[in-house]
């Protein structure tokens, strides 16, 4: 007789001597959903959207990933290169056993693409947050008015001047946050979970990794069911890179857009978001 063994919770995944914490809620035995944040936040971002996928069955595993998990600091920027970004979500991917649907907001929704576009095996559906397919946001920066969005990556690329700008509470990075939508609650989040924590230098190094990047990395096509939800009033990405994702996915795709939403879905329209996940998701039940 085969004896039947509960799944264990997981609450870090271990890499290259790195400890990323990983929030494991939902009920036990359902399938896995795992949760990307992007920048400037940690994986509590998804804390409205989960308790609904949880309600419909799921079991969602939201991680703080690297630069911000406090065991997982490297001080190198060539430590937050894509590749070492793509080695975190497949290592968490195996040790949920996988063939988990991934879903990705902002800068998480890169390795969320990359796992999706080099390990198939172990993914079983992709909902991007925000952020297209990146071979059509790179070509976005020098085709649309995408390059003028991102002014900010530039800018993050300056030693020490970002660090300084959010010393002060209120201050100059309070005020670009708040332009591009969050709410005071949302800036008080960011102040304490990343400024006071020590993670803003770690956090912004995902930024300062890109001149290292390989390019021939994001060239492949996406081959596993895909959702794009994007919002309309996003002041960090633009419509052009969204609309030529479709081209770049061989699979089932559909795109969802949110009208007068900003850049921070999770938190703004979480019910919107799960009932696109959601329909994602059970879309690929056999």
């Excluded at 419909?56 to 970004?85: I, N, V």
């Excluded at 946050?177 to 989040?189: Q, S």
């Excluded at 492949?220 to 919002?231: A, D, G």
Aim: charged residues 25%.
């Amino acid at each position: 007789m085969v004896e039947l063994t509960t799944p264990a919770r997981i609450t870090t995944v271990q890499r290259d001597g790195l400890v990323l914490d990983v929030l494991d809620e939902g009920p036990i035995d359902g399938e896995v959903v795992v949760l990307l944040h992007g920048f400037p936040e940690r994986a509590d971002c998804w804390r409205l959207v989960a308790p609904i996928l949880h309600e419909a069955g799921y079991r969602t595993l939201a991680m703080d990933q690297r630069g911000y998990s406090r065991g997982a600091r490297p001080k190198r920027r060539r430590d937050y290169r894509m590749t070492e970004l793509l080695g975190d979500v497949r290592a968490l991917a195996e040790q949920a056993g996988g063939r988990v649907h991934a879903v990705g907001h902002d800068w998480g929704a890169i390795p969320a693409w990359l796992i999706a576009m080099h390990h198939p095996e172990l993914v079983a559906s992709l909902t991007a947050v925000s952020v297209p397919h990146p071979q059509a946001f790179l070509t976005s920066m020098v085709r649309s008015t995408q390059g003028l969005k991102s002014w900010y990556m530039l800018a993050f690329q300056v030693p020490f001047l970002p660090e300084r700008l959010a010393r002060t509470p209120g201050g100059f990075l309070d005020k670009q946050l708040r332009t591009a939508g969050m709410t005071a609650d949302d800036i008080a989040r960011f102040r304490a979970e990343i400024v006071d924590d020590g993670a803003l230098t770690t956090a912004l190094h995902w930024y300062r990794a890109l001149p290292l990047a390989d390019p021939r990395l994001t060239r492949r096509k996406v081959t596993v069911p895909t959702t794009m939800v994007w919002s309309d009033d996003d002041i960090a990405l633009g419509r052009w890179g969204v609309e030529r994702t479709a081209g770049l996915v061989d699979a089932p795709y559909r795109f969802v857009e949110l009208n007068g939403i900003s850049h921070w879905i999770p938190t703004q329209a979480p019910e919107a978001l799960a009932e696109a996940i959601l329909d994602r998701v059970r879309s690929t039940a056999s």
